[in-house]
């Protein structure tokens, strides 16, 4: 099963700054997927991205917002932009591997707004 | 659309008493999986069903996909406190992208002792 490490673990950030969150992966993977999870609500997909192309934004997210990285099978970013309290949630990264193209998610990134 | 509903939202059980979430879509799914998430922790991937009607087990936990492949549902016997966390299911349709999944809002269990 593939191993994830996100860091930041967390932050605290001022509204109007950018944060950018990274995602490593410890072997090559086709397809990484970026989520947003608020306390005790289910996750909510962001996007996909893939290696050597532009990601692709579920409804209501938007490139400007929140800009994706794909540089390599092994890594990602996610850049929350302009940030304001309502981004404020826990953001996870996530690989499909394994014989049944399982899911496995990194530990998070919570972020919180002031 | 593709939607995935899940109930119930929450879920309090004594320990040793069963627990059921369910899990339905309104178009047929290629396939569904389950997750677990403890307190604090991330998604952690349990089992995929892919067959009409399959049932698979593991130890105390029953899973089950629903003939017209539309439903499912997470049968867990003899709740134990390490059952504690948030447990989501998550649809494929056929004909979306590869390992594009719809999450159901998911069923918090927590047992007392």
């Known amino acids: 099963s593939a191993v994830i490490s996100q860091k930041p673990s967390r932050d605290i950030c001022q509204r109007g700054t950018s944060l950018t969150i990274q995602c490593q992966v410890d072997s090559q993977v086709t397809m990484m997927f970026w989520y947003r999870q608020q306390p005790g609500q289910s996750l909510t997909l962001i996007a996909t991205a893939n290696q050597g192309s532009e990601a692709t934004y579920e409804s209501g997210f938007v490139i400007d917002k929140f800009p994706i990285s794909r540089p390599n099978l092994t890594f990602s970013t996610l850049t929350v932009s302009n940030m304001s309290p309502e981004d404020s949630s826990i953001y996870l990264c996530?690989?499909?591997?394994?014989?049944?193209?399982?899911?496995?998610f990194g530990p998070g990134t919570r972020l919180t707004v002031t | 659309g593709q939607q995935v509903m899940q109930i119930p939202q929450y879920q309090h059980v004594q320990e040793g008493e069963d627990f059921t979430t369910y899990c339905n879509s309104s178009?047929?799914?290629?396939?569904i999986q389950w997750y677990k998430q403890r307190p604090g922790g991330h998604p952690v991937f349990l089992i995929q069903?892919?067959?009409?009607?399959e049932v698979k087990k593991q130890k105390r936990l029953t899973f089950q996909f629903g003939e017209a492949k539309k439903n499912s549902s997470l049968h867990i016997t003899a709740t134990q406190t390490t059952d504690v966390g948030t447990y989501f299911c998550a649809g494929l349709y056929r004909g979306s992208t590869l390992g594009r999944l719809y999450f159901g809002r998911g069923t918090q269990l927590t047992v007392w002792p």
């Open positions: 069903l892919v067959k009409s009607g």
């Open positions: 996530s690989v499909v591997q394994g014989v049944m193209d399982e899911q496995y």
């Open positions: 178009t047929t799914l290629s396939n």
